[in-house]
């Protein structure tokens, strides 16, 4: 199978880990990041502009779960729109199916949307 993943990479990256303070919104579902959660922040530099991207846990975790296939490729702000074609048109083996359709379900329980 032949992959190609169409997007340009960021002209510097810088990712952690932190606990949130404050209340920010999630740059792939829109849902609330609650102080007290970790969440993943980005800085990075793309075409000469900054930008900051924080993105919840459950996001991350979805993310991380298809990171698993072959030929998986994002772009933040693209989750779900990658959901949707992973789902149309790839291989799930035996068990990524479900326990990532788990990892949904436990996303809109806490009321995010997907």
Not at 27 to 32: A, I, L, N
Not at 54 to 74: G, H, N, P
Request: aromatic residues 14%; contains cysteine; hydrophobic residues 30%.
């Amino acid at each position: 199978m032949e992959c190609y993943c169409d997007y340009e990479p960021a002209e510097m990256y810088f990712k952690s880990t932190p606990k949130a303070r404050k209340e920010h919104k999630c740059y792939e579902c829109g849902g609330t990041i609650k102080p007290g959660e970790m969440y993943e922040r980005v800085r990075a530099k793309w075409d000469g502009e900054m930008m900051v991207i924080k993105t919840c846990q459950d996001c991350v975790e979805i993310r991380d779960a298809l990171s698993e296939m072959e030929c998986f490729c994002w772009s933040h702000g693209g989750l779900y729109e990658e959901v949707q074609t992973q789902f149309q048109e790839a291989y799930f083996y035996p068990g990524l199916r479900f326990a990532f359709l788990r990892i949904l379900a436990s996303h809109r329980k806490y009321g995010k949307s997907i």
